[in-house]
């Protein structure tokens, strides 16, 4: 178990690794720099031009620049923002708390209520819920989160008025301590639950087949000509066969889910990582950029270390 | 004689909205107690659809059962969910054609047992169940090992090994073992079928052996029941009918096996196929692919005829027997009987 642990993590550390080395190449093979953003469109001064690259490093040769950078991100340093002229540690660290928040709170709602609705359709199959359940599941399958978010604000914003629209606190009053809390909840009801009814369906649809696949598998026989009661047959051999494809896709959703969130949190304008992730591409602000993607890479690759580790926890197959 | 399980007109239709099929007919069989019954057929025949229908294990909303099937005082067909848990693997236990896959494959081994033993002694103390698992493997030699063990980390042999461990972890009167080596290879086969036969020397317990080798009929069993297509066509002790095989059907079975000794043969299988089982048939089910088949055969389904005590056959070409002489031998069944 510890050397499977141990080749996971190093695993992980080698795809950090990798996709930030692609993301590095990728964003300055695109044309525009962040010294033309900073100069403004009708300067062309070279002189100035020149300074500005020399002040940010640009003046190297790209496999120096890109050495120095991992050298400074190793120590901690992911350098100052372009445009804001600010850490881009601390801008991140501002910004990511927001994401997280929407993020896990949106993936363990999604992947409870799924499973639940899973395990139920699949207990009553062919049932009239079971037939509505993957029917919605469909239908919000096939909707673009975006606009699903769009429409809920129309429903519930705009025509009944019950919930805002945008943000994460309402800036016109200065709550503390638990109303504080509770705003934050209500601004979160919207954005969290777009998330959740479009990851619903795809926690509902392997659920309900992994159960129904095991259902039907030789052991469920057996245990039931022993005279074992359904109720011990499902809680306990079942559902630990079946939970295992829902891990699975738990850990490749999650990774979705942090960086995909970015449209979300604009439509809602929610003061996360994803809209700074879009002015930093707009505005080629490269150590911005390459800080957002490190942390995302980062995060992504700590979920899949923990879902293999949960996998393979329950699964002693996995075990090498 | 003490009656273990004795089905009369015991019948199983699978359903849907468009069609019905006969999977099994009519089939009138006694087992006594330390009997050993091989069920044999081609694939399709039926063998395991009787055996589920008759742990009912079959989904009822797509299955009818019609007629008795007497088991431990009680009528299998008409018990309730709540009786059949009572006697489920305490009085009738069963060893699966999968064996592979009988076992959970993310719990380990000695824990599905000890849930399996708990299901009817909830009760039991740990050391005591352990006990018996440890007596259970050494009966099927397998080591202690095994308990821990998941099943992934055991061979096929092994695991059919468990599967039969299991099947007898609570002393049941009745073992039905549906292909239960089937799966496996001839030497494995022959070493597990050989410890049945030596275990049984030691326990109280009537089989039923599902199979469509007849060879492991010969080994292990002291009677056969032949199906085909759902229907009975010769029953009777296995020294009697591998001898001297009644049914034209049990011939072809018989003939389509290569003997080791003896003269050079040509194999013969029987030409034709299973008939559909969707349909009715009036006259004898086997006719179309029976080489002794008369005008008699097309018209009416051949009635029970009584060889001798134990031995009956389903076969017009019998039927000719004296009606009296049948009636005798009937009585004298009787007698034997008291």
Known sequence: MKKYVTKRVLMGVLTIFVVFTINFLIIRLAPGSPISTIMGKDNDDPLLRAALEAKYGFDQPLILQYFIYLKNAFSGDLGLSIIYNKEVLSIISERLLPTLLLVLTAALLAVVIGTFMGMYAAKHEGSRVDVFFSGISYMFNSMPAFWLGLILIIIFSSVLGLLPSYGMINSRTSLTGVDYYLDVIRHMILPVSTLVLVEIPIYFRIAKSSIVQTLNEDFIVTLKATGMSERKIFNKYVLRNAILPTITIFGISMGYLITGVALIEIVFAWPGTGDLMLTAINQRDYPTLMGIYLIMSVSVALVMVVVDIIYATLDPRIRF | ?338
């Open chain 2, 1 to 338: 004689m003490d009656k273990v399980l004795e089905l009369k007109d015991f019948n199983v239709t699978y359903k849907n909205k468009s069609k019905k099929v006969y999977a099994v007919k009519d089939i009138n069989l006694v087992i006594n107690k330390g009997d050993s019954l091989g069920i044999v057929g081609e694939s399709g025949s039926g063998k395991s659809t009787l055996a589920m229908a008759l742990l009912r294990l079959l989904p009822e909303k797509n299955t009818d059962i019609n007629g008795s099937s007497n088991f431990a005082n009680m009528d299998l067909v008409q018990a309730s969910e709540k009786e059949l848990k009572e006697i489920r693997w305490k009085e009738l236990s069963v060893v699966f054609q999968k064996s592979m896959n009988a076992l959970s494959p993310v719990h380990r081994i000695g824990e599905q047992i000890e849930d399996i033993y708990r299901v009817h002694k909830p009760n039991a103390r740990k050391d005591e169940i352990l006990d018996r698992i440890k007596a259970l493997l050494k009966l099927v030699n397998l080591s202690d090992r095994v308990i821990k063990m998941y099943p992934h980390e055991l061979s096929g042999g092994m695991l059919q090994r468990v599967a039969i461990a299991i099947s007898l972890i609570h002393d049941p009167k009745l073992l039905i073992m549906d292909e239960a080596t089937t799966a496996l290879d001839v030497v494995t086969q022959g070493q597990i079928l050989a410890e049945i036969v030596k275990m049984e020397q030691t326990l109280d317990v009537t089989r039923i052996m599902i199979t469509h080798d007849i060879s492991v009929v010969a080994t292990t069993c002291n009677k056969i029941a032949v199906l085909y297509a759902g229907e009975l066509m010769e029953v009777g002790y296995v020294k009697d009918i591998l001898k001297d095989p009644k049914h034209p059907y049990t011939k072809g079975l018989l003939a389509s096996i290569p003997s080791l000794s003896g003269e050079k043969e040509t194999l013969t299988g029987i030409p034709g196929h299973l008939p559909d089982l969707s349909q009715k048939y009036e006259g004898c089910i086997f006719a179309p692919r029976c080489k002794f088949a008369m005008e008699q055969c097309e018209k009416s389904k051949p009635s029970e005829v009584q060889l001798s005590a134990e031995n009956r056959v389903w076969c017009h070409l019998y039927s000719h027997l004296d009606r009296d002489e049948q009636l005798e031998s009937r009585e004298d069944l009787v007698e034997v009987n008291r």
